[in-house]
């Protein structure tokens, strides 16, 4: 059973940073692309940033390109999601997600498979 577990959320002034984490498990996490998705209050889902299976390839969204990092320890099973200057408009539920297919990594993708997802605040 696929199960992904995220933290690292919390409230954060306007120009903060916060890491974001994601435990994955029951399933090979080094043969799966990963992807960070993000629900802002009234509003739908929306992909933030993919990480290829290796590691090797990432994607952003335009809204968080060159402020949020995404990044993965195979070993430890885990994805991460850095973000700094963050902005009133990154407020949102933060999940993360698993490709369905081997290998495959996508851009402006949002999958089935998720976590709970970690909240993220964004005020002064």
């Known amino acids: 059973e696929v199960r992904l577990v995220e933290s690292g959320g919390g409230l954060v002034q306007p120009g903060g940073s916060l890491r974001l984490s994601c435990e994955a498990s029951?399933?090979?996490?080094?043969?799966?692309?990963m992807y960070w998705i993000r629900q802002a209050p009234g509003k739908g889902l929306e992909w933030v940033s993919s990480?290829?299976?290796?590691?090797?390839?990432?994607y952003y969204a335009d809204s968080v390109k060159g402020r949020f990092t995404v990044s993965r320890d195979n070993a430890k099973n885990m994805l991460y999601l850095q973000l700094n200057s963050l902005r009133t408009e990154d407020t949102a539920m933060y999940y993360c997600?698993?490709?369905?297919?081997?290998?495959?990594?996508?851009?402006?993708?949002?999958?089935?498979?998720r976590g709970q997802g970690t909240q993220v605040t964004v005020s002064s």
């Open positions: 029951g399933f090979t996490f080094s043969s799966y692309g």
């Open positions: 997600g698993k490709d369905p297919e081997l290998y495959a990594v996508r851009a402006n993708y949002v999958p089935t498979d």
């Open positions: 990480s290829h299976s290796g590691g090797g390839r990432s």
